[in-house]
């Protein structure tokens, strides 16, 4: 069972550069807020950061389609600015500006609501949403 472990760690470590090359990386700003996060997607696994001049989110998820959303990314989001509160945001996709998002939080791992949506505007195309001042994930909940 070692020699497999070990055999599947070297062969992980020896995809890391061919990995690399395959995702694809976006950014995006969620209209009327500052957050502008930037997102590294490989096939169907995505991770992001946010901008830190605004607010220091991060997560993981997956790209799949969910019932009463389509195809999305559905990602678990964790700042420090906000302990005690775990995030799920969904964003549509493929990522184009004008799509939508919706966040959630649960602070108990029993109960979930939605706290916010709005569309997303991708970095770098003519068309912007209005930026705003506040990060959607330090708001008071």
């Given at each position: 069972m070692k020699t497999y472990l070990a055999l599947a760690a070297a062969?992980?470590?020896?995809?890391?550069?061919?990995a690399a090359a395959k995702t694809k990386t976006s950014v995006i700003s969620l209209d009327g807020h500052c957050d502008v996060i930037t997102l590294n997607v490989d096939?169907?696994?995505?991770?992001?950061?946010?901008?830190?001049?605004?607010?220091?989110?991060?997560?993981?998820?997956?790209?799949?389609?969910?019932?009463?959303?389509?195809?999305?990314?559905?990602?678990?989001?964790?700042?420090?600015?906000?302990?005690?509160?775990?995030?799920v945001l969904q964003i549509s996709y493929p990522l184009v500006?004008?799509?939508?998002?919706?966040l959630y939080i649960t602070t108990d791992g029993v109960s979930i609501q939605q706290i916010e949506s709005g569309t997303y505007?991708?970095?770098?195309?003519?068309?912007?949403?209005?930026?705003?001042?506040?990060?959607?994930?330090?708001?008071q909940h």
């Open positions: 062969a992980l470590l020896a995809m890391g550069g061919t096939k169907s696994l995505v991770t992001g950061a946010g901008d830190p001049n605004c607010a220091t989110e991060y997560g993981a998820g997956m790209i799949g389609k969910v019932k009463g959303f389509g195809k999305s990314i559905v990602a678990g989001v964790q700042t420090p600015n906000a302990p005690g509160a775990q995030f500006t004008g799509g939508g998002w919706n505007t991708v970095e770098g195309s003519a068309a912007r949403g209005v930026k705003g001042t506040t990060s959607v994930f330090t708001r």
